[in-house]
């Protein structure tokens, strides 16, 4: 994509942000194609925590890489079971925690297995899914012990409403201290017609 090149991104951590529909996942989609032809691919890891993409509201919300790269040439570590949307699919608060607790059991799994056995240059999707219930500092170690990392997470106000759960806010106080052990953080900007997966 036109102006994100992954040699600008080389062997520093770039975090890339947006509301949904932005194009984050395709961004991120891209720069992964670029960085597997240009280093050795078991150098490169790739966890991807998106949901399943949907439509709702006419907004195109979630997607995973493959959703734009469908067999990448890497190390891919997929959660177990289907990673769910806890502000959409939750319906009261009790819900909501319940969904991003059963989330971040299955993200904390994949960081693990990646921090057992790191690769020098690290993709997340959807980072912001862990931020939700998971342990924040299993996530930072993650992105330190890389030596290239590029991951993207949603911000905005489009999914603020979370049934009184306090899990937005600890998604935006948490994104924040990801912000803070970045070199670079590139914010997308909110499309509303062209809308494409987050």
């Known amino acids: 994509m036109q102006g994100f090149r992954f040699e600008r991104f080389e062997k520093k951590r770039i975090l890339i942000t947006g509301e949904t529909g932005t194009g984050k996942t395709k961004v991120t989609a891209s720069l992964l194609r ?4 240009r280093i050795e691919p078991v150098e490169i890891t790739l966890l991807d925590f998106g949901p ?35 502000r959409l699919e939750g319906h009261y608060a009790d819900e909501v925690l319940k969904l991003a607790e059963d989330n971040a059991l299955l993200t904390s799994a994949l960081l693990r297995r990646y921090l057992a056995l790191p690769t020098s240059c690290l993709f997340i999707n959807d980072l912001t899914i862990h931020l939700h219930a998971g342990d924040p500092n299993l996530l930072l170690e993650a992105v330190r012990r890389s030596e290239t990392f590029i991951g993207n997470a949603y911000s905005g106000s489009s999914l603020a ?33 062209g809308r494409e997966a987050s």
């Open 161 to 193: 409403p979370d049934h009184g759960s306090g899990l937005s806010g600890r998604e935006r106080e948490l994104l924040q201290r990801v912000v803070s052990v970045v070199d670079l953080v590139i914010e997308l900007p909110s499309l509303r017609t």
């Open 52 to 86: 399943e993409q949907r439509t709702i509201d006419g907004l195109r919300i979630g997607g995973r890489i493959t959703d734009f790269l469908p067999n990448p040439e890497c190390r891919v570590y997929d959660p177990s079971a289907p990673i769910r949307a806890p």
């Open 34 to 37: 670029e960085a597997i032809s």
